[in-house]
């Protein structure tokens, strides 16, 4: 067993590596993009398409981890039931395969993503003490946690594309509209559509922080989470720039500081080499194929009808 594992972790590793974009074997679900009989929920020329397709998400994924961890419910949750002390790469890597089968596969493979995940929170439940100190049950699956990882994350993507992406279809609220249909997949009721309503939202639920040692270790574990080779090597930067990026009422909550250092500049700098190496990730490519065999088919049927 624990060679699977650590298997799996070289893997999930391999993926994660910043040139990943443009080497490297696809895995298995990465492949199965190229299946499906549309183009989903949300397509080429989308704003979800140009935000999670794009290389600030990778600083994205770590403002979502940080924004995340300030709700002691969500945040006992993860201390809870998590692997992510043991199996890091892991964790992240099933977060990767959510967003990118969402975000790239076709109808049926977004929900069915989403129902996966749905059910592996059925177990995560348990209490947990709220900011006046009051003991509270809480569920993965409880409407109200799940409007505030939705939240987060909305706002983590489309706050990193803000600083270091490019322009979006229809802009930032076309972003939260669009995510918004992720949101309600994942049994969000009503998720905001415009950015200021989800920022909003985001600063109401800051009423509920909670700062403690499980929030104190997690952000710990966040700025050194151990990652091997390359990536360990670069990923001081991309937590700089993370930390840089968000809103200073965060940052204050979080107990962290503005990195002294140009961090916003240099991991421009980091991103725009991965550009040089290749404007589109595996998942985008994948889907596109998908797209274009099905146009292929509708041609040839339109073709065959004449």
């Given at each position: 067993m624990g060679g699977g594992t650590a298997e799996r972790r070289r893997?999930?590793?391999?993926?994660?590596?910043?040139?990943?974009?443009?080497?490297?074997?696809?895995?298995?679900?990465?492949?199965?993009?190229?299946?499906?009989?549309?183009?989903?929920?949300?397509?080429?020329?989308?704003?979800?398409?140009?935000?999670?397709?794009?290389?600030?998400?990778?600083i994205a994924g770590i403002r979502a981890l940080l924004l995340q961890t300030l709700h002691p419910?969500?945040?006992?949750?993860?201390?809870?039931?998590?692997?992510?002390?043991?199996?890091?790469?892991?964790?992240?890597?099933?977060?990767?395969?959510?967003?990118?089968?969402?975000?790239?596969?076709?109808?049926?493979?977004?929900?069915?993503?989403?129902?996966?995940?749905?059910?592996?929170?059925?177990?995560?439940?348990?209490?947990?003490?709220?900011?006046?100190?009051?003991?509270?049950?809480?569920?993965a699956n409880d409407p109200h946690l799940l409007r505030w990882v939705h939240d987060a994350f909305a706002e983590a993507f489309i706050g990193a594309h803000e600083?270091?992406?490019?322009?979006?279809?229809?802009?930032?609220?076309?972003?939260?509209?669009?995510?918004?249909?992720?949101?309600?997949?994942?049994?969000?009721?009503?998720?905001?559509?415009?950015?200021?309503?989800?920022?909003?939202?985001?600063?109401?639920?800051?009423?509920?922080a909670k700062v403690d040692e499980r929030v104190r270790e997690a952000v710990r574990f966040i700025r050194r989470p151990g990652l091997p080779g390359l990536?360990?090597?670069?990923?001081?930067?991309?937590?700089?720039?993370?930390?840089?990026?968000?809103a200073p009422e965060h940052r204050r909550l979080l107990g962290l500081k503005r990195p002294w250092w140009p961090a916003v500049a240099l991991t421009r700098i980091l991103l725009l080499g991965l550009l040089v190496l290749g404007r589109q990730g595996p998942s985008e490519r994948v889907a596109r194929a998908r797209i274009a065999r099905l146009a292929a088919a509708d041609a040839a049927a339109a073709d065959a009808g004449d």
């Amino acid at each position: 067993m624990g060679g699977g594992t650590a298997e799996r972790r070289r893997e999930a590793s391999a993926r994660w590596h910043p040139g990943a974009r443009v080497r490297g074997a696809l895995p298995e679900w990465t492949i199965a993009l190229a299946q499906g009989e549309d183009a989903g929920y949300f397509g080429p020329g989308s704003a979800v398409w140009a935000v999670n397709g794009a290389p600030p998400t990778l600083i994205a994924g770590i403002r979502a981890l940080l924004l995340q961890t300030l709700h002691p419910g969500a945040m006992a949750g993860v201390h809870d039931h998590s692997r992510y002390h043991h199996d890091p790469i892991g964790r992240l890597d099933g977060t990767v395969r959510w967003i990118a089968t969402t975000t790239f596969g076709d109808r049926r493979a977004a929900e069915a993503s989403c129902a996966m995940v749905t059910r592996l929170h059925v177990r995560v439940r348990g209490t947990y003490e709220d900011a006046a100190g009051v003991e509270q049950p809480y569920s993965a699956n409880d409407p109200h946690l799940l409007r505030w990882v939705h939240d987060a994350f909305a706002e983590a993507f489309i706050g990193a594309h803000e600083v270091w992406g490019g322009r979006i279809p229809g802009g930032a609220d076309a972003y939260v509209r669009e995510w918004a249909r992720a949101g309600r997949l994942m049994g969000v009721e009503d998720p905001p559509e415009t950015l200021a309503d989800l920022r909003a939202e985001l600063a109401g639920f800051l009423v509920e922080a909670k700062v403690d040692e499980r929030v104190r270790e997690a952000v710990r574990f966040i700025r050194r989470p151990g990652l091997p080779g390359l990536s360990g090597r670069v990923y001081p930067i991309l937590f700089g720039g993370a930390v840089a990026s968000l809103a200073p009422e965060h940052r204050r909550l979080l107990g962290l500081k503005r990195p002294w250092w140009p961090a916003v500049a240099l991991t421009r700098i980091l991103l725009l080499g991965l550009l040089v190496l290749g404007r589109q990730g595996p998942s985008e490519r994948v889907a596109r194929a998908r797209i274009a065999r099905l146009a292929a088919a509708d041609a040839a049927a339109a073709d065959a009808g004449d």
